[in-house]
T-cell receptor
Framework: GQQLNQSPQSMFIQEGEDVSMNCTSSSIFNTWLWYKQDPGEGPVLLIALYKAGELTSNGRLTAQFGITRKDSFLNISASIPSDVGIYFCAGQARGSGGSNYKLTFGKGTLLTVNP | EAGVAQSPRYKIIEKRQSVAFWCNPISGHATLYWYQQILGQGPKLLIQFQNNGVVDDSQLPKDRFSAERLKGVDSTLKIQPAKLEDSAVYLC????????????FGEGSRLTVL
């Protein structure tokens, strides 16, 4: 099956620093998404990217859909304590049957922000 | 707008026992998903419904897992008999469209199998 390689696995930063994480795959995806999961909660969608090369921002978050369609990155600027959590990339492609869309998640990046 | 509701939040059972989880998606969302999230991993799709029909259950261990969405609204996921490796958080999600990847997740049901 399709696999996503997400890095780094974890990051420990100081409040105010910028953060960058990325996701790569050997497969092509037609959509890249970034989710954040807080402890004891389900993942929440942060940013969705639908076109190769697309660069999208959501407040302090910026994400890009790689031109090869096999990678994506997420940047967080001027981190704050509430940015703490696990960030997941997810790639979507058509399933083998052709009629459904399969969403595959990476293993996540654990972000810790020191106030 | 009410979010995705799941119950129970926590369940502890012994191996070989059975357990059932319930999910009520966001009103109007035709697509419903059950994901399994093992500690330290990303969510893994178990089954996807479109209304009350199964779209993808290729990763559902059908010898012990079953799921239904009889009226195209709420859904149940059952495990019988449970194994130690089934200890995980079971996440339900729903979406308005099937081709965007924009899922709304519930809080999850944490299962511990002893």
């Amino acid at each position: 099956g399709q696999q996503l390689n997400q890095s780094p696995q974890s990051m420990f930063i100081q409040e105010g620093e910028d953060v960058s994480m990325n996701c790569t795959s050997s497969s092509i995806f037609n959509t890249w998404l970034w989710y954040k999961q807080d402890p004891g909660e389900g993942p929440v969608l942060l940013i969705a990217l639908y076109k190769a090369g697309e660069l999208t921002s959501n407040g302090r978050l910026t994400a890009q859909f790689g031109i090869t369609r096999k990678d994506s990155f997420l940047n967080i600027s001027a981190s704050i304590p509430s940015d703490v959590g696990i960030y997941f990339c997810a790639g979507q492609a058509r399933g083998s049957g052709g009629s459904n869309y399969k969403l595959t998640f990476g293993k996540g990046t654990l972000l810790t922000v020191n106030p | 707008e009410a979010g995705v509701a799941q119950s129970p939040r926590y369940k502890i059972i012994e191996k070989r026992q059975s357990v059932a989880f319930w999910c009520n998606p966001i009103s109007g969302h035709a697509t419903l998903y059950w994901y399994q999230q093992i500690l330290g991993q990303g969510p893994k799709l178990l089954i996807q419904f479109q209304n009350n029909g199964v779209v993808d259950d290729s990763q559902l261990p059908k010898d012990r897992f079953s799921a239904e969405r009889l009226k195209g609204v709420d859904s149940t996921l059952k495990i019988q008999p449970a194994k130690l490796e089934d200890s995980a958080v079971y996440l339900c999600a729903s979406s308005l469209w099937t081709n965007t990847g924009e899922l709304f997740f519930g809080e999850g049901s944490r299962l511990t199998v002893l």
